[in-house]
């Protein structure tokens, strides 16, 4: 390429020498042939003009006179030009340097990030790899389950057939077995605090007996089958109900059912146990297993009940306990108190029997059976309130108040309630029984089919008219009992009450709050 470069320049110089020169002019002064003397510089590039330049000075010296000046100016010029194709060479040369710099450093990030890319991949093949495993196992452990599963339903069909033939020979021993208390009791549920405390408990309470303790899955021991009672824990995670269901089918002689459930099984909806029950629905989950615990007790026959505890925990400071009726409250408890007070249900406390309580800790160090006792027999009714009576004031005379001051404002019209009640006076104090209004007119042919409908037990309607045969009245009420022991005090509990009838809110609001306000006045104003 050089050489092409010096061809181009030197007929560049001889072009413009010879259209510079004309004849009759003189020779170029001495001043130009050393300008062109200095344009061989050192650069390999330039040396190669080194002849051509001195073959036009030669040319120069011999041109006529009156054409130097001419020749001298495009000797200049070639010569500049000649610098600058230098320059270009240069240029080009640091540019290709650049480039394959560039280009090297280009090389080498392509290689790293390659080296990434196959290392990224490479990780995501083994974890792809390892989670096919895990499935495959866990695939295998289901097949498993379901396989000793399917062996434990033969043979539970075999022993629950092999033993009917056993209780056929004595059914009324059988039926009569039903109405006593639990003997042998087998705990049922995962392994936590309060599990471990009921064991301890029912181990240590004369005249109980465990068959065995099994976790809720692990039901391939047939000792079960022996147990007239089942105590489910299932304060942690939920039971599985059908599970649950298929454990209680098993008990041939089963008494009792109890279930320690979780307080807002009632309440998922409302906040906070909404963000407990979102994510799993575990309320959700143990409310069914209640429910369906419940309907087994009405097919099977057995007593069941069910334990609704907050969050367990060990604080020796709260050794008290608060007992309520359905799913009320929300505070903790302590683990022990709860494991006595499912062993007063199980064999001391007749009204826990097919019933759903509320339990919560309360500040003490312990809790008698007096205690025990007082706080159970909030579940007679239930109970919906109540209240001390302060100042050293008489019982009887407000028991009195309450008979004929308190209660005779609801036989008159303008009382405020929905729904009419009528006034009953008892020993303890007053009850007011609901009497949902009917149609008072009754044909003579009518009134003869209620009283026939009456004499047969059965229930007679027509035209919004309704005879309901004896015991089946019940509309629902409120009893009022004031009474000394263990202190002077005021309670008013639901009474009336069947599985069907709905309660009365509205009207039970009006009452109970007119009953604490104008106790509260009489109180205070006896009390003086």
């Known amino acids: 390429s050089s050489q092409r470069w010096l061809a181009v320049a030197l007929v560049a110089a001889c072009c413009a020498i010879s259209l510079a ?14 300008r ?41 010029m070639a010569g500049d030009g000649a610098d600058d ?75 629950k057939r092999a033993g009917r033939s056993d209780d056929d ?25 309060l599990r471990a405390e009921v064991e301890e408990r029912i181990k240590g309470h004369g005249g109980l007996q465990i068959s065995s303790c099994e976790r809720l899955l692990e039901t391939r021991g047939m000792t079960i089958e022996n147990s007239d009672t089942l105590v489910f824990v299932g304060d942690g995670e939920p039971l599985d109900r059908y599970t649950v269901e298929r454990l209680i089918n098993r008990c041939a002689k089963l008494r009792r059912v109890l279930i320690i459930s979780s307080l807002g099984v009632e309440r998922a909806n409302l906040f906070p146990f909404s963000l407990q029950n979102a994510l799993t629905g575990a309320l959700d989950k143990k409310r069914g297993v209640e429910l369906g615990v419940a309907e087994l007790s009405k097919k099977m026959g057995f007593a069941f009940s069910v334990l609704r505890v907050g969050k367990v925990g060990n604080d020796a400071s709260m050794g008290g306990v608060q007992v309520a009726a359905g799913d009320q409250m929300s505070e903790g408890i302590n683990a022990g108190v709860a494991a006595d007070a499912v062993v007063q249900a199980l064999m001391l406390q007749p009204s826990a029997l097919n019933c759903s309580m509320s339990l919560v800790g309360a500040a003490g160090k312990g809790v008698t059976q007096d205690e025990w006792d007082d706080e159970f027999l909030r579940l007679e009714g239930p109970e919906v309130w109540r ?20 209660s005779a404002k609801w036989t008159k019209s ?7 009640v009528r006034v009953e006076a008892t020993k303890q104090g007053v009850r007011l029984v609901f009497v949902p209004p009917q149609s008072s007119f009754v044909s003579f042919k ?20 309704t ?39 509205t009207s039970e609001q009006i009452i109970l709050g007119s009953l604490q306000k104008e106790i509260r006045a009489w109180n205070d104003k006896e009390g003086r």
Request: glycine content about 10%.
């Open 21 to 34: 020169f004309h004849p009759g002019t003189g020779s170029p002064p001495a001043s130009s042939l050393a």
């Open 36 to 76: 062109l003397s200095a344009l061989s510089p050192s650069h390999p590039s330039r040396r190669a003009f080194a002849p051509a330049i001195g073959a036009l000075r030669r040319n120069a010296l011999a041109l006529p006179n009156g054409r130097v000046g001419s020749a001298s100016l495009s000797l200049r």
């Open 85 to 159: 194709l230098a320059k270009k060479f240069e240029q080009e040369r640091q540019t290709r340097e650049e480039m394959d710099r560039i280009f090297s450093d280009a090389s080498k990030d392509l290689e790293n990030i390659a080296g990434r890319e196959i290392e990224s991949l490479k990780e995501q093949t083994e974890d792809l790899l390892q989670q096919r495993e895990e499935e495959w196992e866990a695939l295998g452990n289901k097949a498993a389950e379901a396989m000793i599963g399917k062996v434990d339903s033969l043979a539970e069909d075999f022993l």
């Open 169 to 193: 020979d004595d059914d009324e021993f059988g039926e009569m077995e039903r109405f006593l208390g639990p003997s042998v009791v087998a705990v049922v549920g995962d392994a936590t605090p």
């Open 387 to 406: 209240g001390e009576l302060t100042g050293g004031v008489s019982v009887d005379a407000c028991r009195d108040f309450v008979q004929q001051g308190w």
């Open 414 to 420: 303008g009382n405020g309630l929905t729904t009419p």
């Open 446 to 465: 009518e009134e003869k089919a209620m009283e026939k409908a009456r004499e047969r037990g059965e229930e007679y309607e027509k035209d919004g008219v």
């Open 467 to 505: 005879a309901k045969p004896p015991g089946k009245d019940r509309d629902g009420g409120i009893e009022v009992i004031v009474e000394a022991s263990p202190f002077p005090r005021v309670r008013a509990r639901r009474c009336n009450m069947c599985e069907e009838i709905p309660v009365k809110e």
